[in-house]
């Protein structure tokens, strides 16, 4: 563990920074800003698997396990979100949530 | 030394979030966004998990923050403002969040949460035996399953972003193998 560092206080910290994620989640309107907003979200629950598994199970290493899943499953969903984007501007010339009112064609 | 680090660390991954979602020019989100990533990166390099740090340094740092830049370059001009978000909506969303993360941290205070003290094993050795581990305390098959999602995800993007090209081209590409 970190010394005179607890639990609580990475804790505080991941939680802000999920929430602060979800501020912009809601309050954005440009598609790849609400993507960014989601990588904050990701991020805060990494440093609680993170945290988790150095203060309370330090012998396995399941949260680093479970957080390296979460970096693969992330970069997934950027590649195909980025793609997604990329296909609305060339479709419609905007990427706001707005405009993008139909999926199909 | 190391609590003058990390709170160095967390007063960075706070702030440059909030910018991150705050700011009104998309350029500049992005790059606060890699400041975010870089200082979690080091939060995992302090706690000891140097692959971990790694991984999030190269992965997201490296590939998420660089595709997201590019994909503003391609799609918005270099100095585009967006509009901010009416008061009523950033109030009703900050009022939100405040009320949730108060919610979680008054939850978590009052949970007990006892440290333990115990060996670890989180070299690099372990990590990659345990990832080609199949059975019990292995991660063989998440391992594998990741794998075939990061394929299916390649080949996703190749087809969702691809030019819709002419008729003629068209169908030779869908011609039998």
Known sequence: MIPGVSLFEIMTVSTLMFFIGVYGFVTRKNLITVLMSLELILNGAAINFVAFNKYLYPERPAGQFFTLFLIAVAAAEVALAIAIVINLYRRIKSVDVENVNTLKY | ?177
């Open chain 2, 1 to 177: 030394m190391e609590k003058i680090v990390f709170y160095i660390l967390a007063i960075a991954i706070l702030a440059l979030s909030l910018l991150s979602v705050l700011s009104q020019r998309l350029l500049r989100s992005a790059v606060y966004l890699f400041g975010v990533l870089a200082a979690v990166a080091g939060f995992y390099f302090l706690v000891g998990y140097n692959f971990l740090g790694a991984v999030q340094l190269t992965v997201y740092a490296g590939g998420i923050v660089v595709l997201i830049i590019f994909s503003i370059l391609l799609t918005h001009e270099i100095d585009h403002k967006m509009e901010r978000p009416s008061w009523l909506r950033a109030g009703a969303a900050g009022l939100m969040c405040a009320a949730g993360a108060a919610m979680v941290l008054q939850l978590l205070a009052s949970t007990p949460l006892t440290r333990v003290d115990g060996p670890e094993n989180s070299d690099l050795d372990t990590l990659g035996g345990l990832l080609l581990t199949p059975g019990e305390g292995g991660y063989l098959l998440p391992f594998e399953l990741i794998s075939i999602l990061l394929l299916a995800a390649i080949i996703g993007a190749v087809v969702i972003a691809k030019h819709k090209l002419g008729a003629g081209s068209e169908n030779q590409e869908n011609q039998p193998l």
